[in-house]
């Protein structure tokens, strides 16, 4: 099996803070990215989204070498905390573009549109305006265009950080079963350990620009000896 | 939270002061409407009238639609561009225009697009005969798109500024094109703005005097309010003047009520520092077209304000600075212009106090929400009766009790006050507000009351406030050339009359070095102005 995501001896240099990461996060499976805030988590996805190109080293997604490709020609899905919708787009168009970005869609490309929002609860929701939707509604809608993007990876910016504790349950759990599902490459970056154990196979602690520990998780949640991670793990 | 003197203290003075307003205004519109009322309905729709109205109708809709769809490439470009050298420049050379005095720009465009400005001797050479003529209808829109360009880019920019992060990141992770942003992103968040922008351009535009007067002026290139101007000064038809004042109210009356349906959108949170990323446009057509759109903005705000500056240092400046006539007409605009400046600065005061007093009351009955939501309307009122047409007001009442030349520095001052009041109000009105939510519980809590909370609490925080709303005032004032184009004469001359009256006895030089001047005092005031507006920002 081909690696999910290799950071190869990236370095990049933001303002004052410097990164280094050099890690290979497996295919197929979830894992999870943690560490105290402005350690450069988000700034991990960034690197592998395409937002942020490194200075040195190189990113592969699936095998391949993607360092200097675009945000738009990475095998790469996205969700964020928030503003994962248009908001003064409807749900069709808003998944759509997922599918096409000039929103030329066939008639299959509808049905599947139909069928994604089927199968993360919001049935009938076509027409709906995100303004209209809970949070955990529209987040349901980024997953349903996840779905219709069908990439092998999947980068989440703390996707259930804006929901409340009900609502993180049952999301991870929808979360699960797409994964499940089409047994994509998930990165999750969260702040709540409890999620660490929930949704991931693996994690990554990350502190000042490094990348401390990688670990399978049952593993990573008993460790002890690094302070920041105790302190992250108790908290 | 007040006491109740400090309330009752409040609603008086607002009342004063609603009081005081509604008579200025009530007396002008009262004059014109019982002036020769028969005559006047049959008057009001003339030929001569009509065209008058449509001109004003038509160069108005005609430059929203330029401003408007040239602003909109601009702001693209700079949108699409966080990094574009000399950006921040260039947004702040946008706000040039807004708070320069219209003489001046006039000036300024008269000397890149005039006879022998810069574009013509350019075009020439190139054996083009047919010249640009800044004059006419042409010359009109030019000079509106000039000063509502950067205003429309402004509010677009901030418009588009607002949009979350994601929505680039987004955009740029689905591989959109440019035109695909362009038809989800961009253009939604940028049609939103528009109709509020378009009113208020239109409405500028349909009340622009100063430009027209410069630049237009002929039988065919008149609107209402210059019409007014050219029926009492040069014609002497009151009755016409009335008409046409009557016909003014009705269109600005229209106008409000379509732009109230439409709010004006701000350009708060621009450049906050927020660094948008934009991943899109990467491609060199993208970057040329962006840097093609922006730099020939840039060029067409910046060349005619650099021909003021050039073309005034080649005026004798030091003699035009000592000359009595300049001398005498600075003393006077500034006289007027700190008066009406402090004026403005009470009102507002007293306006605010008194919906302050209102908010504050457990239960304000009827009449006190009335009372404050007239009080907040007032803004609205100074705009639905433009200075031209208050000025014809109180000229044709006056005229019938003496000599109207001795009321003219008075009415200068009032009218000056009256156009100030709605941006003074905007200045001060948040920062009073957020200063009563910061220690308005704290003071009435220690009993700090009367002038120990005026001279301890209240003056220190508000102090740039005030000052700032007075410079705004204060410019507006000095560089205004709508009232005092009525009253004006030897005895009453304040800058901007002086430079017009040289522009129209053919002193090209001595106007270009005069308006430079005045630019210059313009310039200053704004600066200390927002000098202190800075300085709270970092507290």
């Known amino acids: 099996m081909t690696d999910g995501v290799v950071l190869d001896k990236v370095e990049l240099r933001l303002g004052t803070k410097d990164f280094h990461f050099n890690c290979t996060l497996p295919a197929g499976a979830v894992t999870a990215v943690t560490g105290p805030s402005g350690s450069g988590k988000s700034t991990l996805l960034n690197l592998v989204a395409g937002f942020e190109t490194p200075d040195r080293g190189h990113v592969l997604v699936g095998g391949e070498d993607v360092t200097h490709e675009h945000p738009s020609g990475r095998p790469v899905s996205?969700?964020?905390?928030?503003?994962?919708?248009?908001?003064?787009?409807?749900?069709?168009?808003?998944?759509?573009?997922?599918?096409?970005?000039?929103?030329?869609?066939?008639?299959?490309?509808?049905?599947?549109?139909?069928?994604?929002?089927?199968?993360?609860?919001?049935?009938?929701?076509?027409?709906?305006?995100?303004?209209?939707?809970?949070?955990?509604?529209?987040?349901?809608?980024?997953?349903?265009?996840?779905?219709?993007?069908?990439?092998?990876?999947?980068?989440?910016?703390?996707?259930?950080?804006?929901?409340?504790?009900?609502?993180?349950?049952?999301?991870a759990k929808l979360l699960l079963e797409l994964h499940r599902e089409v047994s994509n490459t998930v990165l999750i970056v969260t702040h709540d350990p409890d999620e660490v154990g929930r949704l991931a196979d693996h994690a990554i602690f990350i502190d000042y620009g490094q990348i401390l520990l990688q670990a399978p998780t049952t593993e990573f949640l008993a460790r002890r000896d690094i302070p920041a991670l105790a302190e992250f793990l108790s908290g | 939270m007040l006491t109740r003197a400090e309330r009752r203290r409040g609603i008086a003075w607002g009342l004063l002061s609603l009081i005081g307003i509604a008579l200025f205004v009530g007396i002008a519109v009262a004059a014109l409407l019982s002036w020769d009322v028969g005559d006047t309905r049959a008057r009001l729709f003339t030929a001569y009238t009509w065209r008058i109205l449509r001109f004003t109708l038509w160069q108005a809709v005609l430059s929203t639609l330029l401003s408007i769809a040239f602003a909109i490439p601009v702001t693209l470009a700079l949108a699409r561009r966080p990094r574009f050298p000399v950006r921040v420049w260039i947004i702040r050379l946008m706000a040039?225009?807004?708070?320069?005095?219209?003489?001046?720009?006039?000036?300024?465009?008269?000397?890149?697009?005039?006879?022998?400005?810069?574009?013509?001797?350019?075009?020439?050479?190139?054996?083009?005969?047919?010249?640009?003529?800044?004059?006419?209808?042409?010359?009109?829109?030019?000079?509106?798109?000039?000063?509502?360009?950067?205003?429309?880019?402004?509010?677009?920019?901030?418009?588009?500024?607002?949009l979350p992060a994601e929505y680039w990141q987004l955009a740029s992770s689905l591989g959109m094109r440019p035109f695909s942003v362009f038809r989800f992103i961009e253009w939604p968040a940028v049609q939103r703005v528009i109709p509020g922008i378009a009113g208020l351009i239109f409405m500028l535009c349909a009340t622009s005097f100063t430009l027209v007067l410069v630049l237009g002026g002929g039988p065919a290139a008149t609107t209402l309010e210059v019409a007014i101007y050219q029926s009492l000064r040069f014609d002497f038809a009151p009755?016409?003047?009335?008409?046409?004042?009557?016909?003014?109210?009705?269109?600005?009356?229209?106008?409000?009520?379509?732009?109230?349906?439409?709010?004006?959108p701000d350009d708060a949170g621009m450049t906050a520092g927020r660094a948008t990323r934009?991943?899109?446009?990467?491609?060199?057509?993208?970057?040329?077209?962006?840097?093609?759109?922006?730099?020939?903005?840039?060029?067409?705000?910046?060349?005619?304000?650099?021909?003021?500056?050039?073309?005034?240092?080649?005026?004798?400046?030091?003699?035009?600075?000592?000359?009595?006539?300049f001398l005498r007409a600075t003393w006077t605009s500034f006289i007027i212009a700190l008066t009406g400046g402090l004026l403005a600065v009470l009102t507002s005061l007293a306006i605010i106090a008194a919906r302050g007093a209102v908010t504050d009351m457990k239960r304000p009955g009827k009449a006190a929400k009335g009372f404050s939501a007239l009080l907040g309307g007032m803004s609205s009122?100074?705009?639905?009766?433009?200075?031209?047409?208050?000025?014809?007001?109180?000229?044709?009442?006056?005229?019938?009790?003496?000599?109207?030349?001795?009321?003219?520095?008075?009415l200068l001052v009032l009218i000056n006050m009256l156009m100030a009041l709605p941006f003074v109000m905007r200045v001060l009105a948040p920062a009073i507000e957020t200063h009563r939510q910061q220690s308005g519980r704290l003071s009435a809590s220690l009993g700090i009351s009367g002038l120990a909370k005026l001279r301890r609490i209240d003056l220190p925080v508000l102090i740039r406030p005030l000052l700032t709303g007075l410079s705004f005032a204060m410019a507006l004032s000095l560089g205004d050339l709508g009232a005092v184009a009525l009253f004006g004469s030897n005895d009453l001359t304040t800058l901007p009359w002086l430079v017009y009256s040289r522009l129209s006895s053919y002193r090209t030089n001595d106007a270009d070095g005069l308006a430079l001047l005045l630019g210059i005092i313009c310039l200053l005031l704004t600066m200390l102005g927002t000098a202190g507006q800075k300085e709270a920002r970092h507290d």
Request: no cysteine.
């Open chain 2, 381 to 410: 009122l100074v705009l639905l009766i433009p200075p031209v047409v208050l000025g014809t007001g109180w000229f044709l009442t006056l005229r019938s009790i003496g000599d109207v030349t001795r009321f003219a520095p008075v």
């Open chain 2, 96 to 162: 040039v225009p807004m708070g320069l005095p219209v003489l001046i720009g006039a000036l300024g465009l008269i000397g890149i697009w005039g006879r022998q400005g810069v574009i013509n001797s350019l075009l020439l050479k190139l054996g083009l005969d047919q010249p640009v003529s800044i004059y006419g209808l042409t010359g009109i829109l030019l000079a509106h798109v000039f000063f509502n360009l950067p205003l429309a880019a402004r509010l677009l920019l901030a418009a588009l500024e607002r």
């Open chain 1, 78 to 171: 996205l969700i964020f905390q928030d503003n994962n919708l248009f908001t003064h787009l409807d749900l069709f168009t808003n998944i759509g573009l997922g599918i096409n970005p000039s929103l030329r869609l066939s008639a299959d490309d509808r049905r599947a549109i139909s069928k994604a929002l089927q199968r993360v609860g919001l049935d009938g929701f076509e027409k709906r305006m995100p303004g209209t939707l809970s949070g955990g509604e529209r987040q349901r809608a980024a997953f349903a265009r996840a779905l219709v993007r069908k990439k092998p990876v999947l980068l989440m910016d703390e996707p259930f950080a804006a929901l409340d504790p009900g609502l993180r349950l049952s999301m």
């Open chain 2, 278 to 325: 934009r991943f899109d446009g990467r491609t060199v057509p993208a970057r040329l077209w962006d840097a093609f759109a922006i730099s020939v903005a840039t060029a067409f705000l910046v060349l005619p304000l650099a021909s003021i500056v050039f073309a005034g240092l080649k005026a004798d400046l030091w003699n035009l600075a000592t000359s009595t006539a």
């Open chain 2, 239 to 264: 009755a016409r003047a009335v008409a046409l004042a009557l016909l003014q109210i009705g269109v600005t009356a229209l106008i409000l009520i379509a732009m109230a349906r439409f709010p004006i």
